[in-house]
Structures are given as C-alpha cells and as structure tokens.
C-alpha cells in the first residue's frame, strides 16, 4: 500500500495504480480527480520552483510552478502506454508513460518497442518563465505563505539508461528497451533515443561518438520578456489541452511531475550519422538547442493540474470566485474598504505632490482594466498621461508603485531604448520559437512609460516600429507580434501610465496636468517621508484593495443606464455635439464606472456619475486650450 505522503513524492506511483486499476474508460480523470481532492486542503505544501532551489528537490516528486506562458511549442510524439516484458520468465505487463520523458523499466526487463499494445500519443509543451514585472513583495509574500518542504535525493526508484542510435539491441539480461521521450515531430511515432542498463544494473549514457557526454558550453538564452528578470524557466508538458486549453501570456501556476533527468539536454554531437538523423527529422539544430536546454537550467514539468490565476496577490485567495474567497472579498468590503480608500487617495496625492484630482485619475488607472471588446474598442481601459512631471519625478513615482501593485515595469523613453530594445515579439524560424519583447507582459501588469527621458535625436526604423507598438498597446490593448512574413495580434490588458513635461506623442484617454502644491524641489524629502510612512499594515491593505476592486463585478440597470443616456442627450444639446463627443461619453462612462468599484459599488449611483461629470469638466479645464 502507498504511503500517506506517496502522492507528494512518489505520485507516478499512484498514477500507475490508478492505470492498473482501470485501463479502460475515465483512468485520467481519476488521476485528475485523485490529486485535487487533496491539493484542495495542501496545495502550500507542495513544494514551488519559484521559491525552492531545483537542487534540493527530488526527481519525479510533485512541485508547483507559478509563471507566465510566454511561448507554445509543437505538440510532441511520445508512448502513452508501453509493453514490458521480463526476461527471465516472460511475462509482460502494461505501463504508463504519461507524465514521464524517459521510460523506464527494471533490470532484467526490457521494453517491447514494436509491441501491438503500445499505445503513442501526443502532449502540448508549453515554455513558461517566472511573471515578468512581479515585484519583490509579492515574491517574498508567496514564499512567506510556502509551508513547501525540500525533499534533497540522490537515488531513483528504477534503473533508467540510455544507448546509442547506432547501437544495436542489448542482450536480454538488461532493460534492453527504454525509450526516452524527446520530442519528435508530429508525423514521427517513435520514441525517440533508447536506454540500456548492464547486466549489473549500471546505468549506462551513450551518445555515438566519445564526446557523447560534453554538453554545450553555451548557457542558454532563457528569453525572458523583460531585462534583468529572475528564476527558472520551465518547460511545462499538458495533457487534455482541450479541456484546459491555454494561450500564450496567460499566468498559471502549475501543479506536476519534475523532471530532470539529464538525457533530456541537447548534447553536442557532430557525428554524421547524428546530423543525418536531424536532417531525416527536418529539426535544425538552433530549434535542437533551443527545444532541449540543459534540464539543470530549464526543468520539465509534467503538468497534473492548472490553476489559471486570476491575480498574483499573495494576500488574496487565489480563487476570490470560490466560497472561501467571496467571504474574504464580502469581509474586506464591509469593514475596510472605505477607510482603505480614503487612506490610499490620501497617499497618491502626497505621491503626486500634493493633487488630489490628480490621485483620483491615479486611483482609476490603478483599477483599469477591460472587461469586453466591441469590435476594435476594449472597454475598460484607462491609460493616463501625468503632464508637467519634473525631472526625476518618474524614476521615485515607480518606486512607490512598486510597493503596492504586484506587476509593474517602468520603460524610460529614451532615444537608446527606443531604437535598441526590442519591444515587439518576434518569431524566430530557425529555433522555432517566438523571441520575446518587453512589450509581452500578462494582463494586469502596469506599464509606466516616462517620456521625460526623452532627449532630441533621430528615430531609426525600429524606433518608429516600437513607437507604434506602444501606441497600439494604449489605444487598442493589442500587440501584433512579428512574425516576419505577417503581422499576429494578441491581445492585451495593460494599464499604461505616461509621464510627460509637456503632453504626450502618445495619445492616452485622460491628459492630465499636474498641479502641485508642494514645491517641486522638495520631490526626495516628499517620497522618502512616504515610503517611511507606507507601515506594512497600509501596504497589505492597499495591495488587497487594488487587486479586490479592480475584480469585483459591475453592471448598469436599465433605471441608471436610461438616466445616463438623458443625461447626455441633455450635454449635448447644451454643450454642442462637437463639444460633447461620443468618444467623450465612452471615456466618462469608464471613470463612472471605475469610480464606483473604488467604492465597493457594483452599480452606478446618481451620485457617483454627478463626481465623474464634475472630475471631467475640471480636468477639461485645466488644459492650456481651454484657459483665457
């Protein structure tokens, strides 16, 4: 019988009790259903490659990942279920190869690779990296929050090998078949390179030359989206694509088999007979590179369960939808929210030097986020352009924000960055994979653009490509990634925030000028009375409120939605159409209803649209155009 803790560190053991158990019909979703009833009650116990040195945890244990999916690979051939027979005595048995990369079998058995029973099926590999602009506090939080357990090893439960292409098959006194599951091309059925134990059950790694065992020197490029990131990438193996089906950028956390076995690394051969095989495969050998790093650097991780995340607040549930989380979200709500509020409005307008209006517009981008598309339009978003920002102001607003929000990148505009950087994905053909930009961020992360960084020079053809981009990301949340021959658009939620001395190249949905009243030079001693003043107690509870509001539901009845629309027949007939434009109605209705939510209101109120219009028309009249 397992142990109680098996399914922690041995769970291909129970996987394959499960396939033993029912070889026909729903075995999967038993596997399914037998790990998330218990990760329900001991998902932190299980240990995070986020927070826990690969070195520490154990080959073929169950790890937790928490990540973005930045590219999506070809799904890959491999053997569903494999025929084992022993030796000795002849009997053969089933087993599964699901969750593994390399079969495996014991000494003195061998695997039946032309065997009628096996069974070859496919999985989708996803290539996840740590969330790119995840700020400090929230990886200190989750790893806080861990209870995981490192659980160091140096043995494995059965004799795993592998031979050479050009080996013919061992004597029968070995695991004469094991099969490593590399990835093939789709049309390709067989399993790829085969293991080999001796006789005396030494495990032997051959490759078809004498440098078989000299990996490359290069360390491989992990390409993540934004510089200067940190933490492991992954390659993420998912079964079942069409019931959890997953795009490139979304944010889950991955519950799964880990894999390192170092046969599973792109070694450096260059036999003819090696070249040959790539060349029958039509795999080049920069996709070889790039497809199977070094498992020490990139681990594999056979996907059991995924959790799509709705936010990577350490302080919240992870499921706000689910019983447990609503009451958290309904207790916050009634006993916090409104002191809460008052005290973060009270913050950004000591942050923005002193305006309060300023701080409200603030407080609305924070919470932006869209929640439908109409054709072209995404409803919801709220980009803000701060005009007459001093010198330097950029540089100690992003640290602020880095505090409080818990996805954040800051891009200075530079001249260096905007002709240099790549800010647009872009698809590499000969490695097979899309090499990422900073401009491949998951949705909810917050974009501060400071334009006053900006000195004169000359735009060279990338730079207008990247100032394009950036304002197809304002305008129309979307990035159309370069895939050389086309243009692909994905979709995107970024709340942007541009800092600008004078307004804006790039066009925002609200422009704001700044009106300070403290004195401009006094910006350090502002901020770093601020920061002193942020108590850990504030931070957590301005942290959940971003993340709470910008979630919570909201909708228009019919009541409010037909006094709205009376209201602006009535703006228009008073102000003039050209005045009062249909896009000017969008961008109100938007700060009504971002409003309300930073209120706990999940319905507009008479009330709260009479503070839009008059925000509206005080913001309106701050601009030069509109002063005598």
Request: glycine residues 4%; proline residues 6%; contains cysteine.
């Amino acid at each position: 019988m397992p142990g109680l803790d098996d399914w922690e560190n041995k769970p291909l053991n129970i996987i394959q009790s499960i396939f033993d158990g029912e070889r026909e019909g729903s075995w999967a979703d038993k596997v399914t259903h037998y790990f998330a009833s218990r990760l329900s009650a001991a998902l932190i116990t299980i240990p995070s490659l986020n927070d826990v040195p690969m070195h520490t945890l154990t080959p073929n244990s169950l790890v937790r990942y928490r990540c973005m999916v930045q590219d999506m690979y070809d799904p890959e051939i491999y053997l569903g279920v494999y025929e084992v027979k022993d030796v000795k005595s002849g009997e053969t048995y089933l087993k599964l190869g699901k969750y593994r990369d390399v079969a495996e079998c014991k000494s003195g058995e061998e695997i039946l690779l032309e065997s009628p029973n096996n069974v070859p099926a496919d999985r989708q590999t996803l290539y996840c990296v740590p969330i790119p602009g995840e700020t400090a506090w929230v990886k200190k939080a989750y790893a806080e929050r861990s209870q995981s357990r490192a659980h160091a090893s140096s043995s494995r439960p059965a004799a795993r090998c592998k031979r050479g292409l050009d080996e013919d098959d061992m004597p029968a006194d070995g695991c004469n078949g094991a099969a490593s599951f590399l990835p093939s091309p789709p049309s390709e059925t067989a399993a790829g390179a085969v293991a080999a134990v001796s006789g005396e059950g030494e495990q032997k790694r051959c490759r078809t030359s004498a440098v078989a065992g000299e990996a490359s020197h290069r360390n491989p490029d992990l390409n993540f989206p934004l510089p200067g990131e940190t933490g492991p990438a992954c390659l993420v193996k998912v079964y079942n694509q069409e019931q959890t089906p997953f795009k490139v950028n979304d944010v889950v956390e991955f519950v799964g088999v880990l894999s390192v076995d170092p046969v599973l690394a792109n070694f450096k051969d260059d036999s003819e007979q090696q070249q040959s095989l790539l060349d029958q495969m039509l795999v080049d050998e920069a996709e070889d590179e790039v497809h199977h790093p070094p498992p020490s650097l990139v681990p594999r991780l056979h996907a059991v369960i995924a959790y799509p995340l709705q936010h990577n607040n350490a302080h919240l549930p992870d499921n706000i939808s689910a019983a447990h989380g609503r009451q958290s979200v309904e207790k916050f709500v009634q006993t916090q929210l409104q002191e809460t509020r008052e005290h973060i409005i009270s913050m950004l307008t000591d942050a923005l030097l002193g305006d309060k209006m300023a701080a409200e517009y603030l407080l609305c981008n924070l919470i932006s986020s869209v929640y439908a598309r109409r054709d072209i339009l995404a409803l919801g978003k709220l980009s803000l352009n701060l005009i007459g920002v001093p010198d330097g102001f950029a540089d100690h607003f992003y640290k602020m924000l880095q505090k409080i929000v818990s996805k954040v990148f800051f891009l200075p505009m530079t001249l260096e960055n905007l002709n240099e950087v790549p800010f647009v994905p872009r698809k590499d053909y000969a490695a097979n994979r899309v090499t990422s930009g900073v401009l491949q961020l998951s949705e909810h992360t917050h974009l501060v653009l400071d334009e006053t960084a900006m000195q004169p020079g000359r735009l060279d053809a990338n730079g207008v490509r990247n100032l394009t981009a950036l304002g197809n990301l304002i305008t129309w949340q979307k990035v159309d990634y370069d895939f050389q021959y086309h243009t692909q658009e994905f979709q995107c939620n970024i709340p942007v925030i541009v800092m600008s001395k004078a307004k804006s190249m790039l066009t925002c949905d609200i422009q704001l000028y700044l009106q300070p009243t403290t004195a401009v030079e006094n910006k350090e001693s502002v901020y770093d009375s601020l920061l002193e003043r942020l108590t850990p107690d504030y931070l957590e509870r301005f942290r959940v409120y971003l993340s709470l509001t910008r979630l919570m539901d909201y909708a228009l009845n019919d009541e409010v939605q037909k006094m709205v629309e009376e209201d602006f027949v009535s703006l228009r007939q008073r102000q003039g159409a050209q005045q009062i434009t249909v896009d000017d109605f969008h961008r109100l209705l938007c700060v009504a209803r971002l409003l309300s939510v930073s209120h706990g209101h999940a319905r507009l109120t008479p009330d709260i649209w009479l503070r839009a219009k008059t925000m509206e028309q005080l913001r309106k009249a701050l601009a030069p155009s509109a002063r005598p």
